[in-house]
């Protein structure tokens, strides 16, 4: 792609609505734009970015044998009335009508019709287990929608649901979540700190929210610095092994402000390892056993012939939400650096030339056709600019490799830098091999 037919549009002032930096780099470098309150376009450089990390985040559901499927955003009130939740649900629900008078709304969460799909296509326990899971735009009607996409009222999620036999069972598949949500962050190259939670409107009675460290966050974490030491590597997806790391994570304190009792926190974490600080959620993991199959009559038949109401969990990660996560995570004094397995792009190539001297942006050229056959995705910056104002640009859309044609380039040695590094000297085959080990 050549930045000249990228449709990116950049500004240059801070926009004066914005006042956390994932919300004023997204508006600046052209990522979104407002359509009304809460609710945003997505331009292609955020729209691909978002893709990517949803691509991840489907990748780990299927990992651990989690089936894709795709649910309506526009749902019945009937079932909703079945659960009992229509009413109690709160303003945050747009609750609209069609044209036959027909009570309908858009979808905030997927438990009541999960449960109905379920309920009329599997009646054995030999069917069971089961875990679903989709990616689709969610509406909630925030009172007060603000930073972005941090607390938007039309999202894009992920929400898996677990059904199985027994309690016990249904606690194997809550661990093969929790341990999917691990290391899904860790590919997003987020550390994110599992946390006991509040159940909230969803209800039950075991939740795990996954929370990253951020000035900007909503939440207060209170931890201790000893739940950075767990390493994934020593974990499978063997029972025994889930169930020792959920222990092993549960074991060390770290709580939101839900759960923050202060002579708790100072019993139980020496003082030197105490870290008071503020996080963003990222992912909510529940179990809340027969709270909806039970009113929605949810029954398979057990072993022994009799009927039993199937247990459920339900799992959600904000897709959307995470691309705001990944800037306050990675953005620092004007530069963001965006982690390779969802940066735009791979590199860009950043040639100084002029109307009357296109030497460098043909090297340039030339070596955009070397990497894109390498199946290298690179972005070539043909636009004539001059050179800081071109580095400033690039160091705000965070593309993490620059391959520079200006001054320190000779024959066929050119400038190759990773952004917050210093750069190097290399010829086109060593920055191909850089590029693809990455």
């Not at 009541?112 to 287990?129: A, G």
């Not at 909630?140 to 894009?156: A, I, K, L, Q, T």
């Not at 860790?186 to 000035?215: C, N, Q, Y």
């Not at 994934?232 to 959920?246: A, I, P, Q, T, V």
């Amino acid at each position: 792609m050549y930045l000249s037919s990228l449709f990116i549009p950049i500004t240059k002032d801070l926009p004066a609505e914005a006042k956390i930096k994932s919300h004023q780099l997204m508006l600046r470098t052209g990522m979104i734009k407002q359509s009304s309150a809460g609710i945003y376009s997505w331009l292609p450089l955020g729209f691909k970015i978002m893709k990517k990390i949803e691509q991840i985040v489907r990748d780990e559901q299927n990992s651990i044998g989690a089936q894709e499927m795709l649910m309506p955003t526009i749902q019945s009130s009937d079932i909703w009335k079945e659960s009992g939740r229509y009413e109690d649900y709160g303003e945050e629900m747009l609750r609209i009508k069609d044209r036959q008078g027909r009570e309908m709304l858009y979808g905030p969460t997927n438990e009541e019709l999960i449960t109905d799909i379920f309920r009329s296509s599997i009646k054995s326990y030999k069917s069971l287990p089961q875990i679903l899971y989709h990616i689709q735009w969610k509406f909630r009607d925030e009172m007060r929608p603000r930073f972005g996409v941090m607390r938007c009222r039309e999202f894009y999620m992920k929400d898996a649901y677990s059904f199985d036999l027994s309690d016990e069972d249904a606690k194997k598949s809550y661990n093969k979540m929790f341990y999917s949500y691990i290391k899904t962050f860790k590919r997003l190259g987020l550390k994110a700190i599992p946390m006991a939670a509040d159940t909230g409107p969803i209800g039950g009675d075991l939740s795990h929210e996954f929370v990253i460290l951020a000035d900007t966050g909503e939440s207060h974490v209170y931890t201790d610095k000893k739940i950075f030491e767990i390493d994934l590597d020593k974990y499978n997806l063997k029972d025994e092994s889930l169930e020792k790391m959920r222990k092993d994570f549960s074991s060390i304190y770290a709580v939101t402000d839900e759960k923050y009792k202060e002579r708790e926190f100072k019993e139980k974490v020496e003082e030197k390892n105490r870290l008071i600080t503020k996080g963003i959620e990222v992912g909510h993991i529940f179990y809340f056993s027969d709270k909806y199959s039970k009113p929605l009559n949810c029954f398979i038949d057990s072993k022994d012939g009799k009927k039993t109401t199937v247990k459920m969990g339900s799992y959600g990660i904000g897709v959307s939400r995470l691309v705001g996560a990944l800037i306050e995570a990675h953005y620092d004094n004007n530069v963001m650096k965006w982690p390779n397995s969802v940066s735009p792009f791979d590199a860009v190539i950043i040639p100084n030339f002029t109307k009357n001297n296109k030497e460098n942006l043909e090297k340039g050229k030339k070596i955009y056709k070397e990497l894109k056959e390498q199946n290298i995705d690179v972005l070539l910056d043909d636009v004539e600019e001059n050179m800081s104002n071109k580095f400033k640009k690039h160091d705000l859309i965070g593309i993490p490799y620059q391959i520079i044609l200006g001054s320190k380039s000779e024959n066929e040695n050119f400038e190759f830098k990773e952004i917050g590094s210093k750069s190097e000297i290399l010829n086109i085959e060593k920055i191909k091999s850089k590029l693809r080990k990455k």
